[in-house]
């Protein structure tokens, strides 16, 4: 069963990447840079955090470690092919000075069991941005699709998920996402005709 979870994690992961580069390439959607970029500093931290916390495998944190690949992945093509609307604005800042407090709490205290847990604020805040520009805009510029298939990633790498930070990182994506797209559901009903 971990090795059906592996494989099918990193299948989904991949798979979503060459979409979402397809997608944002052919403006058929406006992700939030910002979110992205704090999607890749916290991914980046937990999974440095997890490893440091034991011994573990980066395989035991599946979701966590592929998340990796396709999260900075998907924030170069933001980078390289985006809108003008993806760029930072004011809260954002805000959002990246929190991340940057909390590598630097890291640093000073070493301690990787709460940096996690701050982390998995930070991944949290993460989706701020592209729901305040959902909300204020009254356009849902996210894909089902996508986070669908994100949503599926998580819920399988539950079958590999091994430690209670990897337990933590994965249910929290859970959570967010479900969160998200119940969000987006409601923006899109909302929608003028």
């Not at 931290?45 to 396709?70: A, E, I």
């Amino acid at each position: 069963m971990k090795l059906f979870s592996i494989f099918s994690v990193s299948i989904l992961n991949l798979s979503m990447a060459v979409y979402y580069y397809w997608l944002i390439y052919n403006k058929k959607i406006r992700p939030s840079l910002a979110m992205w970029v704090f999607f890749t500093l916290a991914v980046g931290m937990s999974l440095f955090t997890y490893m440091k916390d034991g011994q573990h495998s980066p395989w035991d944190n599946v979701l966590n470690t592929t998340d990796l690949v396709f999260v900075s992945s998907v924030t170069v093509s933001i980078v390289l092919f985006g809108d003008r609307s993806t760029r930072f604005n004011r809260f954002d800042l805000v959002c990246l000075l929190v991340v940057a407090l909390i590598v630097v709490f890291w640093f000073i205290t070493e301690n990787n069991v709460v940096t996690h847990l701050m982390v998995q604020g930070i991944l949290v805040i993460a989706y701020f941005p592209v729901v305040t520009r959902m909300i204020r805009t009254r356009e849902n510029n996210e894909s089902y699709l996508l986070w669908s298939g994100m949503l599926l990633a998580a819920l399988l790498a539950l079958l590999s998920t091994r430690g209670s930070l990897a337990l933590i990182y994965t249910g929290r994506a859970v959570v967010c996402i479900i969160l998200l797209m119940l969000i987006m559901a409601r923006v899109d009903r909302q929608k003028p005709a």
